[in-house]
């Protein structure tokens, strides 16, 4: 039982060039998230999938587009990189999306490092 | 919009002692938050979690307290060990439909062998 695991660990890109994070979860949870994390900054949310099949937008989206391609897998987009989008990207899932029915703590996976220059 | 701060960036404490973490927040409406370990080059770890109608919960180690009245809460680490030396932050949730989880920015705890 793996978790949650990223691709990359790590990329450096240059300005305007197009990347896709990859996460995958085997929890067989239902909701998943991307959240970057910033120097003096707590963890921002970019996207989340509260289910297969759905997505929707965070504090952050500007800049990213996702995909959740089955139950297991969501990808972050970046089509033309900016050196504002230099940071630390994590994905991270949860059972289900918090909600009336019960609170739902979410497990993350160990980052991707992007360097955009 | 929320804000989840903390009161100290970073702590130091000898090992074997114990260790206090603070996080204020400013939503009256949230009901739920969860404790954070963070060590160098990996991702969040939940530690431990309390709901808005406990004050007080136990875990191997680590005591949450939750103050409403001050919107306020700390995370106590008994017999601090070398290997508790990350960052630490605190997440909150008012638990309705939709709702998103804020996280406060951390506090760094290094423990003096």
């Given at each position: 039982n793996a978790g949650v695991t990223q691709t990359p660990k790590f990329q450096v890109l240059k300005t305007g060039q197009s990347m896709t994070l990859q996460c995958a979860q085997d929890?067989?949870?239902?909701s998943m998230y991307w959240y970057r994390q910033d120097p003096g900054m707590g963890l921002r949310l970019i996207y989340y999938s509260a289910s297969e099949g759905t997505t929707d937008k965070g504090e952050v989206p500007n800049g990213y587009n996702v995909s959740r391609?089955?139950?297991?897998e969501f990808s972050l987009r970046l089509e033309s990189a900016a050196p504002s989008q230099t940071s630390v990207y994590f994905c991270a899932s949860s059972e289900?999306?918090?909600?009336l029915a019960g609170i739902e703590t979410q497990y993350f996976g160990p980052g991707t490092r992007l360097l955009v220059l | 919009g929320e804000s989840v701060g903390l009161h100290l960036p970073t702590l130091s404490v000898q090992e074997g002692d114990n260790s206090i973490i603070n996080c204020a927040y400013s939503?009256?409406?949230?009901d739920y938050f969860i404790w954070y370990k963070q060590e160098s080059g990996k991702g969040p770890q939940f530690i431990i979690d309390i709901r808005s109608n406990m004050d007080k919960r136990q875990g191997q180690r680590v005591t949450v307290l939750l103050n409403k009245t001050v919107k306020h809460l700390s995370l106590q680490i008994a017999?601090?060990?070398?290997?508790?030396?990350a960052v630490y932050f605190c997440a909150e949730n008012?638990?309705?439909?939709?709702n998103q989880f804020y996280f406060g920015t951390g506090t760094s705890l290094t423990v003096i062998p």
């Open positions: 929890m067989n949870h239902n391609l089955n139950k297991r289900n999306y918090p909600g | 939503n009256s409406a949230s017999a601090t060990q070398p290997g508790d030396s008012s638990g309705n439909l939709g």
